[in-house]
């Protein structure tokens, strides 16, 4: 099968699906190697940026999704979009926050961190999609774990939880405070370290047609 056949199969399986496939359904049925197919959709990717195409495809946990561009959102949202957009409360987004950053947490755990009763924010997380149950662990009764989801990477633009911002070091003193134990000088820095996801949900939002 020649390079560009290949190249069309998988620019109309990306097109066609509205979600994001993973590298091994294409390897599925096209029988190429992962790294082949990994470079056919680099190349796809390098096409539309220099052809300046009102799509892209960005890459979401193991796979891969072809989305419209957000700059182009305001046209394209009076005609198609009637979506319920989601809408999380501060708590919402403290409980998420929490999620994000301890993969494998316990409702019990994200209580004892926020200090109160978080049934009504994991409700809402996911419902919205942007947590799931995950495996029960190894602790008296068994408890289920939570995790974010693959929606919860578009809607923040990444494509793993690698690329979420750092989060200071800090230590407990004699009062039982917690005292930040990283001292950041650089203002750039400072502002990396600020970045919330509820700023991330709003400039990175990813829009499916």
């Given amino acids: 099968m020649e390079n560009e056949n290949k190249k069309a199969i998988i620019e109309a399986i990306l097109f066609a699906s509205g979600r994001e496939v993973k590298i091994s359904e294409i390897v599925s049925i096209l029988d190429i190697e992962a790294k082949d197919i990994q470079a056919i959709i680099e190349a796809l990717k390098a ?8 799509f892209e495809i960005i890459k979401v946990g193991e796979g891969y999704q072809m989305i419209t561009k957000k700059d182009y959102y305001d046209y394209l949202y009076p005609i198609f979009d009637n979506r319920t ?3 999380l409360s501060a708590a919402a987004m403290e409980t998420l926050s929490i999620i994000a950053y301890n993969p494998k947490i316990t409702r019990a755990e994200i209580e004892t961190i926020r200090g109160v009763a978080s049934d009504s924010s994991i409700y809402k997380l996911l419902e919205y999609g942007l947590i799931e149950e995950g495996e029960k662990l190894d602790l008296p009764g068994k408890p289920r774990s939570y995790k974010t989801t ?3 990477l578009k809607m923040f633009g990444i494509s793993s939880l690698d690329e979420l911002p750092e989060l200071p070091r800090y230590k407990i003193d004699e009062n039982e405070q917690i005292v930040i134990d990283d001292i950041v000088t650089k ?4 502002e990396e ?4 996801l509820d700023s991330d949900l709003k400039e990175n939002e990813v829009h499916e047609w």
Avoid at 47 to 54: A, D, I, L, P, T
Avoid at 187 to 190: A, C, G, H, S, V
Avoid at 193 to 196: K, L, N, Y
């Fill in 47 to 54: 096409e539309y940026e220099v052809q300046n195409r009102g």
């Fill in 85 to 87: 957009k989601p809408s």
């Fill in 150 to 152: 693959n929606e919860f």
């Fill in 187 to 190: 203002d750039d820095k400072i």
């Fill in 193 to 196: 370290q600020e970045t919330s």
